[in-house]
């Protein structure tokens, strides 16, 4: 299933009032976790699957990657991130993730930040991926963390006053397709175990070198009180993986 939500015009303008939308990577809190999992990103070419608005496609060329290209399914998104700048070193293309074509060892870096839980086939966009990285590599991905991902509801236990008493764990073990809400609207995830993560990463031929379950930051918690919660389960998994 290759899902497009984000050229609705309802579920786009609600995206677009995401503190993550409006600033970008600062305002994103697991951003400082996933930028200590990037490689020195000079002089390199680098593939960012799920782009959106190509925010690390620009990060990635402040750090003076050679060469950029960002791919994503929603012309919306796209138009966003080409509004921003002009760089010939960025290079946008419309593409669902499971339908990329490159050439082998293309690449000597791939990133991914929260797109791959709505792929079905994680593990044929591994294959693809290791293909598409030159020997020594890097391939750094976050994803919905699986305790998030588990339960279709994403939600909290909430008690008699409407506090957010628990985070509920249930079926982590029945992977397979979540019928989920964001941002009011019904959106397809894919549920994985973390077991079953990092075994495809392996099993494709990518060495594991480092994982992060940030939480958010002193500093994004003041700017951002809501995030406060975020620190009492994992909602992100973030892995370093290497060819």
Known sequence: MKQNKYDDPDFFAQYNQMPRSIGGLEAAGEWPALRALMPDLQGKRVLDLGCGFGWHCRYAREMRASSVIGVDLSEMMLARAKAFEHDPGIEYLQLAIEDIAFAAEQFDVVISSLALHYVERFDIVCRKIHEYLAPGGSFILSVEHPVFTARAAQDWHYGPAGERMHWPVDDYQQEGMRQTRFLDNDVVKYHRTVATIINQLIETGFTIRQLSE?????????????????????????IAAEK
């Open 214 to 238: 940030p939480q958010p930051t002193p500093e994004a918690i003041a700017a951002y009180p809501d995030m406060r919660d975020e620190t009492r389960r994992p909602i992100f998994l973030l």
